[in-house]
């Protein structure tokens, strides 16, 4: 175990493994459990003719696109923060 407090902050390899481990299966369980969802509205609103139901479908699939979108993003500015560098959006005038 490495120790590096350069930036400010540990640098702990194992643990910081760990807690991505955790991070990406929880990740992973959110898409599987949202995209499931999407299933059983679109098929329970297709087979009993609710649009109700088709419409919280559609709007449920908008679900799926942000939880595979938002962990990319967070990965992302991990990648930034590791290089020292910040999102043009974030850099200060």
């Given at each position: ?72 993003a ?20």
């Open positions: 175990m490495t120790v590096d407090f350069s930036n400010g902050q540990p640098d702990v390899p194992a643990a910081r493994s760990a807690a991505d481990g955790r991070q990406n299966r929880t990740a992973l369980m959110s898409v599987l459990a949202a995209a499931a969802l999407v299933v059983l509205k679109l098929g329970t609103g297709l087979v009993s003719g609710s649009l109700g139901l088709v419409s919280a479908g559609i709007e449920s699939s908008g679900d799926v696109v942000a939880t595979e979108i938002i962990p990319t967070i990965g992302a500015l991990r990648t930034w923060r590791l290089w020292g560098r910040r999102p043009s959006s974030l850099e200060e005038a």
